[in-house]
């Protein structure tokens, strides 16, 4: 079964510091790895992504590290605000036509003042 | 550009009656249409997706079912409603081979 494992369910960190997500997945045929940002009563945004042969990537304050090795991935977000609080999911996609992705279960990240 | 439009935003529905959900794409063709819920603590869930005019493959049994009656159009119904359908419901496209969905604003459905 395709399944993507999210951790922490929830977080609390103070505005500035760094917020830490991880991610991992089993099936090696996932060949794309997106994480979406959720404000309540929206639809999931595409925040940033990344490709299996490549370790990182950078955004603004917005980091994927990748271990393809491992079958693990994590969002990093440095100087972290009060407007990034939100719920974030990762996300792994099946090569195919049908472009499926696989979601986790998601993270609610606080960033208090 | 395109958008995604779904509707409504809010439903409450008594426990057996029908449910039609519609979302439609603008300014793209031939897009691969998805439908997902979304629970409390289970992240989303792929319920549907159709990479074609009345081909739709369903990811998981249910209660629902979905149609694509036009190229933009994407539309999740439901013969009578159970309270286990209550959630979120969200529409998404992506261009074919893409690898990026985009999302529409979604539907909180209530079954009381």
């Known amino acids: 079964q395709q399944q993507v494992k999210q951790s922490p369910q929830s977080l609390i960190v103070q505005k500035g510091g760094i917020s830490i997500i991880n991610c991992a997945y089993e099936n090696t045929a996932f060949d794309y790895f997106p994480w979406y940002q959720q404000f309540p009563g929206k639809g999931p945004a595409l925040l940033i992504a990344?490709?299996?042969?490549?370790s990182e990537k950078k955004e603004g304050r917005f980091t994927i590290s990748f271990n393809k090795s491992a079958k693990q991935f994590s969002l990093h977000i440095m100087d972290s605000q009060p407007g990034d609080s939100a719920t974030y999911f990762c996300?792994?996609?099946?090569?195919?036509?049908?472009?499926?992705?696989?979601f986790g279960t998601g993270t609610r990240l606080q960033v208090t003042l | 550009s395109q958008t995604i439009h779904q509707w409504p935003a809010t439903l409450v529905q008594p426990v057996g009656s029908p449910l039609s959900l519609e979302c439609t794409v603008e300014?793209?063709?031939?897009?691969?249409l998805y439908w997902y819920r979304q629970a409390a603590g289970r992240g989303l869930q792929l319920l549907f997706y159709s990479v074609g005019i009345g081909q739709i493959s369903s990811e998981v049994p249910q209660n629902l079912s979905a149609s694509r009656p036009q190229d933009r159009q994407f539309i999740l119904s439901s013969k009578k409603l159970l309270l286990s359908d209550s959630g979120f419901y969200l529409c998404a496209w992506s261009y074919t081979g893409n690898t990026e969905a985009f999302f529409g604003q979604g539907t909180r459905l209530t079954v009381v």
């Open positions: 990344i490709r299996p042969d490549v």
């Open positions: 996300a792994a996609r099946d090569g195919g036509t049908a472009s499926k992705l696989t």
């Open positions: 300014g793209t063709s031939n897009p691969n």
